[in-house]
């Protein structure tokens, strides 16, 4: 069972819809779980993090926790063609320092 | 606003030749991370560095790595015999903290291509 899964995509959307992320974690003990962006070819770049389960707004992003399902997710409304990138969940274990990546999904807006 | 930094932005190296990837964390973290990222695949974490000493690493990061703090502003990560697999794309990582809230920092990568 991989340990952080998300949908590879890819996951086009028009600009000014909402595009919807999801991702699974296996291990129960996770506390941490992080929204970054990866433009082609460059480093991941925070986008959103969240610790509590529920919704954690910041401008046009919003990160859902639900601990119980093992579930997170990153909602991007009024999408812009700058969203385009691949977007990677990671996952921190409490205790431990290392981030568990997931392998990304590929995000399109479509102007 | 702060950023890590890192050098070289590209590196082309022979077979068994050593490298070493140079990074600078934010000055007021104390944490440091190596990830990497096979071209198409996911980031995987490498090792992780605290008070001048590996606190945590991975099953990648093999007797063919090392890491070091040579003086109070560089992170350095060596490999001391490359392989062809260990072309990727190496990402240096800082935090303030260990604890599980905080967020790692990312440099811009290395580029390393193992001919």
């Known amino acids: 069972q991989k340990e952080v899964e998300q949908n590879s995509g890819p996951l086009s959307v028009p600009e000014g819809a909402i595009a919807s992320l999801n991702c699974t974690y296996s291990?129960?003990?996770?506390?941490?779980f992080f929204w970054y962006r990866q433009y082609s070819g460059k480093s991941p770049e925070l986008i959103m993090s969240?610790?509590?389960?529920g919704d954690k707004e910041d401008g046009r992003f919003t990160a859902q926790l639900n601990k119980a399902s093992q579930y997170v997710s990153l909602l991007i409304r009024d999408s812009q063609p700058s969203d385009s990138a691949t977007y990677l969940c990671?996952?921190?274990?409490?205790?431990?320092?290392?981030?568990?990546f997931g392998t990304g999904t590929r995000l399109t807006i479509i102007p | 606003e702060p950023e890590v930094t890192q050098t070289p932005s590209h590196q082309v190296t022979q077979m068994g030749q050593e490298v070493i990837l140079r990074c600078v964390p934010i000055s007021n973290h104390l944490y440091f991370y190596w990830y990497r990222q096979i071209l198409g695949q996911k980031v995987e974490f490498l090792v992780s560095f605290y008070n001048n000493e590996i606190s945590e690493k991975s099953e990648i990061f093999d007797d063919q790595f090392s890491v070091e703090r040579p003086d109070g502003s560089n992170f350095t990560l060596k490999i001391r015999s490359t392989k062809l697999e260990d072309s990727a794309m190496y990402f240096c990582a800082s935090s303030v903290s260990g604890y599980a809230r905080e967020t790692q920092y990312f440099g811009p990568g290395t580029r390393l291509l193992v001919l």
């Open positions: 990671a996952v921190l274990r409490g205790g431990n320092e290392k981030l568990t």
């Open positions: 969240i610790y509590s389960n």
């Open positions: 291990d129960r003990v996770s506390q941490s």
